[in-house]
């Protein structure tokens, strides 16, 4: 079965630091760029980062900027989102997507794959 699985996300309080991973199954992620997405309720989803094939650019939405950080080990088949300075705002549910290429502000475009979603709750 072709798949992304992220890591569980979870409760963290402002300030604090989370790290959600994304692992494929049954295909390999370095012929992907690979995205984040969230959508919090009652708003669109958002891009939030994207890393190319090869892990040599990385794109960010204007908000995540210098406290995201998303990487790639293609060795590992997965992919990363280290989340710093967290702030009640991150708060959403959390999807990794394989798509074709990135965009400047951090989407990801022509999305074939996507994963099952999980929360992440910024909250004291």
């Known amino acids: 079965q072709l798949q992304l699985v992220e890591s569980r996300g979870g409760l963290v309080q402002p300030g604090g630091s989370l790290r959600l991973s994304c692992s494929a199954s049954g295909f390999t992620l370095d012929n992907y760029a690979i995205g984040w997405f969230r959508q919090a309720p009652g708003k669109d989803r958002e891009g939030v980062s994207c890393v190319t094939r090869r892990g040599g650019m990385t794109y960010y939405i204007d908000s995540v900027k210098g406290r995201f950080t998303i990487s790639r080990d293609n060795a590992k088949n997965t992919v990363y989102l280290q989340m710093n300075s967290l702030k009640p705002e991150d708060t959403a549910v959390y999807s990794c997507?394989?798509?074709?290429?990135?965009?400047?502000?951090?989407?990801?475009?022509?999305?074939?794959?996507w994963g099952q979603g999980t929360q992440v709750t910024v909250s004291s």
């Open positions: 997507a394989a798509g074709s290429t990135c965009t400047v502000s951090g989407g990801t475009l022509a999305v074939r794959y």
